[in-house]
C-alpha cells in the first residue's frame, strides 16, 4: 500500500525506496495523518488511537569500498591499534630510535639531546640496532653492558668507566619507555636488567692551608679571578664561563646567575641554567669584587692590544680575542 494524506504519491506503493529493512502495516483515524516513520519491533495502541507494527530486518553488513567486516558486524579496518600493532612488520632498535631522537629533541637541552645521539650511535646501535625492538631482553642489554665495560672505548684502548655505562643505561630506559607510551612495546627489557652500579667515589675537599697555596701561585695568572669566583660563590663550571658583565651588579655587591656556558658536538653555545633554581642572585666579598675589577682592566688591555680581529662577547672571562672560553679546557 502507498502513504497516504498529503504525502501522498511521495512514495507509491509499488515503490522500493525502503527496501526490504521495513515491512509494516498502519492505519490512522487522524485527519491529516502524519509521514511514515517506522520504529523497530514496535506493537501495540499507539496515542491518537493509531496502531503501528514494524519489523525492520538488517542485512548483514556489506563490504564497501576500502573496509572489512569482521564476524561480529565492526569494520576491521579500525580493529584495535596491539592488532594491528602485531600485523606490522617488526621495527628494528635502530629504525625506532631514527624517529625518537628527532621527536624528543624539542623537549631536551641542546647537550643533553646530543649526549643521547652519541652515545647511541657510538655505544648502543653498533650491538644491538639491528635486533627488532620487540625482541630486545634483558639478556641483551646485560651482554651490552659487560661488553662496554670490557672494550666499549670508541678508539679502541680499552672500557668504559662503571658511571658511564650506567649513564646510557639511563639512555636506553628512556628510549624503551618512551616506545612503551607510543603503543610500539609492552613492556621496559630495561627495568628487568642488571646495569653496573653508580659509584659515588668519596671527594676530599682542600683545607685552608691548601687554598691559601693554590691561590698564592695562582694571582698573577691571567685566569685567576675565575678560580677565586668559584671558591666564593660554589658557581658551576658552565655558570662562570657563561657569566656576563652585564650580569655583574658592583653597586649592590651581586651577580645574577642567567646563562651556562655548554658544549655541543664540541661547539659552545649559551644555554639556560641546569635547573629553575639555579637562576639565582649571589652576593660577593670585597675581595673578588677586587680581583673582578682587576680582571675587567686587564680583558680592557687585551682587547686594545690584540692583534687579532676581537669577538665581543660580553662575557667575563673569555680568550685573549674575546671568544667564549671552551669549557673542556677549564677544569
Not at 523497530?40 to 538488517?58: E, I, K, W, Y
Not at 655558570?239 to 664540541?266: C, K, M, P, Q, T
Not at 633554581?277 to 660577593?284: Q, Y
Amino acid at each position: 500500500m502507498g502513504l497516504v494524506g498529503p504525502n501522498r504519491g511521495l512514495f507509491p506503493a509499488n515503490s522500493d525506496l525502503l527496501g526490504s529493512r521495513f515491512r509494516g502495516k498502519v492505519s490512522s483515524n487522524d485527519e491529516h495523518p502524519r509521514p511514515f516513520r517506522p520504529r523497530p519491533a514496535v506493537t501495540g495502541r499507539a496515542p491518537g488511537s493509531r496502531r503501528f507494527q514494524v519489523r525492520r530486518d538488517l542485512p548483514a553488513p556489506v563490504a564497501t569500498s576500502g573496509h572489512r567486516w569482521g564476524k561480529d558486524g565492526e569494520d576491521a579496518t579500525v580493529a584495535p591499534l596491539s592488532r594491528r600493532a602485531a600485523q606490522a612488520p617488526a621495527q628494528s632498535l635502530a629504525c625506532f630510535v631514527s624517529e625518537w631522537l628527532p621527536a624528543v629533541r624539542p623537549s631536551l637541552k641542546p647537550s643533553t639531546w646530543d649526549s643521547y645521539r652519541s652515545n647511541l650511535i657510538h655505544h648502543v646501535l653498533p650491538r644491538l640496532g639491528e635486533i627488532p625492538l620487540t625482541e630486545i631482553g634483558p639478556t641483551d642489554l646485560n651482554r651490552l653492558y659487560v661488553e662496554l665495560l670490557a672494550s666499549g672505548r670508541v678508539d679502541g684502548t680499552g672500557g668504559l668507566s662503571q658511571k658511564t655505562v650506567h649513564y646510557i643505561h639511563t639512555i636506553v630506559h628512556r628510549t624503551l619507555r618512551d616506545a612503551i607510551r607510543w603503543g610500539q612495546l609492552d613492556r621496559n627489557a630495561a627495568e628487568l636488567c642488571d646495569p653496573p652500579r653508580q659509584l659515588h667515589p668519596e671527594v676530599t675537599a682542600w683545607g685552608e692551608p691548601e687554598v691559601r697555596a693554590f691561590f698564592a701561585g695562582m694571582r698573577t695568572e691571567r685566569l685567576y679571578a675565575l678560580y677565586l669566583l668559584a671558591l666564593t660563590t660554589g658557581m658551576r663550571r658552565g655558570e662562570l664561563l657563561g657569566l656576563s658583565w652585564d650580569s655583574v651588579d658592583v653597586a649592590s655587591r651581586r651577580l645574577f646567575v642567567r646563562h651556562s656556558l655548554i658544549a655541543v658536538n664540541y661547539t659552545v653555545q649559551l644555554s639556560s641554567p641546569k635547573t629553575r633554581r639555579s637562576r639565582r642572585a649571589i652576593s660577593l666579598d670585597v675581595g673578588t669584587l677586587e680581583a673582578l675589577a682587576a680582571h675587567r682592566v686587564r680583558q680592557d688591555h687585551e682587547r686594545a692590544t690584540c692583534d687579532r680581529p676581537h669577538e665581543h662577547s660580553g662575557l667575563v672571562f673569555t680568550r685573549v680575542n674575546g671568544a667564549p672560553l671552551h669549557p673542556h679546557s677549564v677544569s
